[in-house]
């Protein structure tokens, strides 16, 4: 893996002039240069990197990005946050052809800025590579303009008013990149709704298992490892479509589970919590009151 630690060597790497400015640039991506065979690559950052980017081959290939397959000829938007690690592969070392923009930004360009503290509110910066921006053409065409409102500024004379007005296209560049991600939480109804399903599954699996007894509830983080998915795009994607995150469903489940055996066993409370994961029943029962109004107890006697 090789490690980018400032703007100015991304830009010899890549064997591009040297940049206006030492802490940040954009650059159009048929100027970027491969330098390494394409078929294995990974890389890390200690800036921030906005892509939007298309990419033709010469031949159909089976090309990946991240862990699934796409098709490059439509325009994408990824977000690199420092220190994150990308991968690229392919199983050919057939050539290809780019186009679209790479906005690079240095946190200290941010400095003493509202968008510097804030940078890190838009959840995207942590998705997976391969939970990029697929773009319209109307938003590819929006991005395009503020990509090219950046550069004017970029190549202009720099006074003292160049570094606000650039922030201020880079804090636009987020917000509609934020409002187009929600579209595509909804507009990709049929991937998102395997999602669910893969989800509901895997609960399901899980709580008629051992594994609760074992193990305890399952982590955010081990039901997006399972799904493979990252653990903010998985809580962008289920508030959209369910109205709960990843943690508030994974409770429903185990309410769900509860209500079961306390419905139709005699079993005690006590040995119901520890069957759920629970170390404490005191812990149990503050979860399914918080949850249903009711005690454990109560909600069995309700059917008594």
């Not at 031949?59 to 439509?74: A, L, S, T, V």
């Not at 903010?232 to 185990?254: A, F, P, V, W």
């Not at 209500?259 to 139709?264: I, Q, R």
Request: proline fraction near 4%; glycine fraction near 2%; hydrophobic fraction near 35%.
């Amino acid at each position: 893996m090789k490690r980018i630690k400032t703007i100015s060597e991304f830009h010899q790497f890549r064997r591009l002039p040297a940049p206006e400015h030492p802490l940040i640039s954009i650059t159009e991506f048929d100027r970027v240069v491969q330098t390494e065979p394409i078929e294995s690559m990974s890389w890390c950052y200690d800036f921030y990197a906005i892509g939007m980017k298309r990419v033709s081959f010469s031949d159909k290939i089976n090309f990946r990005y991240g862990q699934q397959p796409f098709d490059f000829n439509e325009g994408i938007l990824s977000f690199v946050a420092p220190n994150q690690v990308m991968s690229l592969s392919t199983d050919t070392k057939q050539e290809t052809t780019q186009s679209g923009w790479l906005l690079l930004i240095h946190p200290d360009f941010l400095w003493n800025s509202a968008l510097f503290k804030s940078i890190r509110k838009y959840e995207f910066w942590d998705y997976s590579v391969h939970e990029s921006l697929f773009l319209s053409a109307k938003e590819e065409a929006t991005l395009i303009q503020i990509f090219k409102n950046i550069q004017q500024e970029y190549h202009a004379n720099i006074d003292r008013f160049s570094k606000q007005i650039i922030i201020s296209q880079i804090e636009s560049l987020l917000n509609y990149s934020d409002r187009f991600y929600h579209r595509q939480f909804i507009t990709r109804e049929k991937a998102n709704h395997q999602l669910l399903e893969k989800l509901e599954i895997l609960l399901d699996d899980y709580f008629n298992s051992d594994m609760l007894a074992t193990k305890g509830l399952p982590t955010v983080q081990y039901i997006s490892e399972t799904l493979n998915v990252s653990p903010n795009y998985l809580r962008g994607l289920l508030k959209i479509l369910t109205g709960h995150n990843t943690q508030q469903l994974i409770h429903d489940k185990l309410i769900e589970k509860a209500k079961e055996k306390l419905s139709v066993t005699n079993i005690s409370i006590s040995e119901i919590a520890y069957a759920l994961g629970f170390g404490h029943p005191q812990s149990f029962t503050k979860l399914f009151k918080s949850k249903t109004n009711l005690s454990p107890l109560a909600y069995r006697q309700s059917f008594n």
